[in-house]
């Protein structure tokens, strides 16, 4: 296979060493007639791939370049199962495809690093979150951000069900329920051993869930994570759960009694002044490090900081391009001209840079930017 669809950010290709580095952004449509155009307008964007590589590289040698590009404007299936953006970085012989659940700005940079700026704002921690659905008899796990929203698909081997976990001690009921808000919700009004029963196995498999999600899931994202559920679910697995992720807030409702887009829109009214919170926070902090001289919205200083690993923390302007490349060896800021192979966003490759070094790059919309240059640092020292 000449190209492959991935997921994860950052992912290695992000190490490669030889340019060209090929970056193309794409808006696209879930459904008919919208999608018909899109692949027109991917044919479009490898012209302007290939006029750019034209400036700098043999004919032959863009013909190897361009193959995984030529490939996929003939995967018929691939164009039919679009969401709303596209995003694909070539280097080295190795092509990698991000298929995006938000529109990005249609965008061709042929350079001597990745464009990656709008990759960075989809996958940054700062909006992201999970969700949990969660009943008696089954669990969902869901990821989302300001832009999208999507069901976590788990291994098939993965026990999803009370009855997959629980086996042979799994109780059956039998006893009278009342079922508010969808299947799996049900109050019960049995008596006797077997009501007991059938509660320690809600408790039983509640703790697997938590045990699972934290494991597997929030330590290694470290993201929030946001409990839907009836009330009675939600007190349960509060007291019972070790997750420090797991938010105070909650929608306390059965998930299966929403559509995916309703659940997305009902989960962002909470999720999003928490979003706006953190925002002012860091602002607050960049504000502050900037009145002891330890934060710079002037993008040459913040460079120079950049080489020197002294910037904690960046904020770029996620629709802002700055043409030229930033000399390394000097610090020097080169304008030049985005279809020049030998030049890219100073303001992606000062993302980049950070990115590397362990700082942390945020991508803000120009309304939340502290300031009107594109960047805003807080310098470590």
Known sequence: MLYKIVNDFPHEILEAQEAPFISLYQPTHRHRP?????LIRFKNLIQNIENSLKQKYPKKEIKSIMEPFYALAEDRIFWNHTYDGLAILSAEGECIIYNL????????????????????????????YHVLGLNRNEFTLYEGNRYGFEEVVLDPDIPRTAKEVLGDDYTESYVTTGTYGGTGSGIFHGHGSRREEINKDIEKFFRYVDRFILENYSKPTGL????????????????ISHNPYLMEEGIKTAHNAFTIDELKENVWEEIEPIYLEKTRRLVDRYEAARAKFLGSDDLAQVVRAALEN???????????????????????????????????????????????NRGEVVVLPKERMPSNTGVAAIFRY
Request: overall charge negative; aromatic content about 6%.
């Open 34 to 38: 919208e999608n018909k155009q899109d």
């Open 101 to 128: 659940q938000r529109p990005v700005k249609e965008l061709t940079v042929v350079a001597d690093s990745f464009h990656i700026k709008p990759l960075i704002r989809i996958f940054q921690s700062a909006d992201r």
């Open 224 to 239: 929030p994570l946001m409990l839907v559920a009836l009330p009675e679910y939600h007190s349960l697995f509060k007291n």
């Open 310 to 356: 002294n910037i904690r923390t960046v904020m770029i302007e996620s629709d802002k391009i700055v043409p030229g490349k930033i000399d390394t060896s000097t610090g020097e800021l080169i304008r030049g001209d985005l279809d020049d192979p030998e030049f890219d966003d100073v303001l992606d490759d000062l993302a980049e840079i950070v990115f590397r």
